[in-house]
Nanobody, 126 residues
Framework: QVQVMESGGGSVEAGGSLTLACQVSGPMNFRYTCVGWFRQTPGKEREGVAATDGGNSFYADPVKGRFTISKDAAKRNVYLQMDSLKPEDAAMYSC????????????????????WGQGTQVIVSS
């Protein structure tokens, strides 16, 4: 079965950087599968942060120019490089993959993800 596991969360000062990693294991064609990062804070809905299928990458407006998503198909990892972090970036970050080895949807790139990880906490202090 497909498993998704995040790592790399932690605490950082505003203006700093963190890199999150998402490991996807199990039966799927990872090279073409859309993998996304999402975040959620208490009392708010989960929001898409970024997603990539290796060919195309998508970003939420609040993180454009500061976050970079990348995919290493050989290692079955997707990374989220987060620079110039702001206190409002603090959240539980979760990684997810689409079922059926499918590429990202356009324009709704943050929709229809079936495999989810447990999440990793990001804390940004001002």
């Amino acid at each position: 079965q497909v498993q998704v596991m995040e790592s790399g969360g932690g605490s950082v000062e505003a203006g700093g950087s963190l890199t999150l990693a998402c490991q996807v294991s199990g039966p799927m064609n990872f090279r073409y599968t859309c993998v996304g990062w999402f975040r959620q804070t208490p009392g708010k809905e989960r929001e898409g942060v970024a997603a990539t299928d290796g060919g195309n990458s998508f970003y939420a407006d609040p993180v454009k120019g500061r976050f970079t998503i990348s995919k290493d198909a050989a290692k079955r990892n997707v990374y989220l490089q987060m620079d110039s972090l702001k206190p409002e970036d603090a959240a539980m970050y979760s990684c997810a993959a689409r079922t059926g080895s499918r590429v990202c949807l356009e324009p709704n790139w943050d929709a229809d993800f079936g495999y989810w990880g447990q999440g990793t906490q990001v804390i940004v202090s001002s």
